[in-house]
């Protein structure tokens, strides 16, 4: 009866280095989102995904983030050549269809040096 | 531009009295707005969807009020509890996507004993 499930929870980055972070949605799940929160910020949108399709990346910062879920199931957000304005909280939430409930991942906090 | 804000950063009550928190809206014509509790190191969690053809939902101690008029939604909790101190996030889909939220910053609800 697992949530979604984000890995790690805790990321620490040089700035310039790459980081993945991982999106486990609650299985079933066809719809899949990735927000960035700010402290003492709400979630921002970044990318949507319907299966393994990304429908929406109208969100992401610049081209250096990138998403995907090639099997329609878990997601990795990669962040290439990261920037200290990159440091966040990033959430991955899942719903059972499009314009359902989300539920949010307890999101990895990304902090970059 | 198009904003959501929420009334304050943060709100101090008393045990037992009832908390509201204001959400207001610009530029925006929402078919339907939702609110979201947060508690520190997790995700949100959604709460309650409104629709604009509703004037107000309730589920156990919570009411949501929904008027497109002001563009304002009201967010009650009656006989508040220290276990209901959290951040609450009101979030809407201004472009009718029917997936991509955009959330205020939220209002750091504090119940003391």
């Known amino acids: 009866g697992a949530g979604v499930s984000q890995s790690p929870r805790y990321k620490v980055a040089k700035r310039g280095q790459d980081v993945a972070l991982r999106c486990d949605p609650i299985s079933g799940h066809v719809s899949l989102f990735w927000y960035q929160q700010a402290l003492g910020q709400g979630p921002e949108f970044l990318t949507y995904?319907?299966?393994?399709?990304?429908?929406?990346k109208s969100g992401l910062p610049s081209d250096r983030f990138f998403a995907e879920r090639p099997e329609g199931s878990v997601s990795t957000l990669k962040i290439q050549r990261t920037q200290q304005e990159d440091s966040a909280v990033y959430l991955c939430?899942?719903?059972?269809?499009?314009?359902?409930?989300?539920?949010f991942g307890p999101g990895t906090r990304l902090t970059v040096l | 531009s198009q904003k959501i804000e929420q009334n304050s950063e943060a709100l101090n009550i008393q045990e037992g009295k009832t908390a509201t928190l204001t959400c207001n809206y610009t530029?925006?014509?929402?078919?339907?707005l939702q609110w979201y509790r947060q508690d520190p190191g997790r995700g949100p969690v959604f709460l309650l969807l409104?629709?604009?053809?509703?004037k107000e939902k309730r589920k156990e101690r919570l009411k949501v009020t929904f008027d497109t008029t002001l563009k304002q939604s009201l967010f009650h909790i009656t006989a508040s509890q220290p276990a209901d101190s959290a951040t609450y996030l009101c979030?809407?889909?201004?472009?009718?996507?029917?997936?991509?939220?955009?959330f205020g910053k939220g209002t750091l609800l504090t119940v003391n004993p």
């Open positions: 939430a899942s719903s059972l269809y499009e314009g359902s409930e989300q539920f």
């Open positions: 995904f319907q299966n393994e399709a990304q429908l929406d």
């Open positions: 409104i629709r604009e053809n509703e």
């Open positions: 979030a809407l889909d201004p472009g009718g996507s029917n997936y991509k939220l955009t």
């Open positions: 530029n925006y014509s929402p078919a339907y």
